[in-house]
């Protein structure tokens, strides 16, 4: 580490800024935009090649967001995300909470700068301050503190690291693809009825979701309070580890005192079932890869046999964007067990779900190999990372 210097993120940075919010109230500013405009919660430790929302040159003229350029490292200020980092690989726009930092080139590699900020989240969250929301602000970033070696250094270990996330990008990206197959398949085979001559065959009936599945909802919320409750080898399930993939992994894990807490209601989901979100972000869905124990802001639906996995997995994709309308509730709205059970759907005969699962099985299965390999990577990636930024590793 002799080499090495320690910086303040303001020393490596050509512009720091934050961004802005048109008007909400004003139509103009969001109808038809086409300028991509990041917000926080899209801010994860990832490259980001495309926004959720977007604005108008007029709501860009009429606020205090602006452009940032490709390569820039984005740092979340506020809400759950804050301390997260990301780099965005297309210009965009950011709302104000996000910290928006253009490196210099010639000082550091933008990489080196994000990793960096990665590997130190913990203790650049733990710098948050703030009542009911914890924040971070521009000139605490700013002014913290990172060790940079010379600049042929940084970009050794960046590509290092960058390596493994082009890889699972790359993975990503596959899945997504097949996804899109999957989608096609169902798609001509149950909306369009294409090998059936254009119309439903007769032999099949409209039913109720409930009849091809089975419901259990997540109860095992420990006490935060209680730390033997958490770090332990049973994989808990909660609304944000939902991915709209296979789900490998969750960010946090329970002992088996802190499962069995939740007495009689502590029950373990079964792989190959669908995970759904039922509050907050309301409808996203996964495939659940292992045993793991759910939150109350899951439900698990297990078809009841397992060659409908793709089948009810497709009909509960093409129906996503309808669920948050479904959740009901004053205060927080939330979709429930008895809503789903009553979902009308198509129910082919046995032989046909036989065909498909065979066509789209295969498909799964790459997608879940493609899941597993990105996960293994991530734990590489991870494990490396606090070692090649300490200089304990030679890159």
Known sequence: MSEWKECTIGELCKKICSGGTPNRNNDTFYLNGNIPWLNTKEVSFNRIYQTENFITELGLKNSAAKWI??????VAMYGATAG????????VTTNQACCNLTIDGSKADYRFVYYSLFNRYEHLASLANGGAQQNLNAGLIREFKISVPELETQTKIADILSSLDDKIELNNQINRNLEEQAKAIFKSWFIDFEPFGGEMPSDWTIGKLIELCDFQEGYVNPAQTHNEFFDGNIKWLRAVDINESFI?????TLTTAGFESAGKSALLFKPNTIA???????GRLGIVADYMCGNRAVIDIAPRSEINLSFIHQYLKLHQSEFPDLAVGSVQKNLYISILEN???IIPTEKTLYSFANILDPIY??????????????IIRDSLLPKLMSGELSH
């Open 248 to 252: 490998i992994e969750t960010s946090r």
């Open 365 to 378: 299965k790459q997608m879940k190999c493609l899941c597993q390999e990105a996960s293994n990577l991530k």
């Open 84 to 91: 997260k980092s990301a780099i965005v690989k297309i210009p």
């Open 69 to 74: 350029p490709q390569n820039t490292v984005v």
């Open 343 to 345: 979902l009308d759907i």
């Open 276 to 282: 759904i979100s039922k509050s907050g972000t309301i």
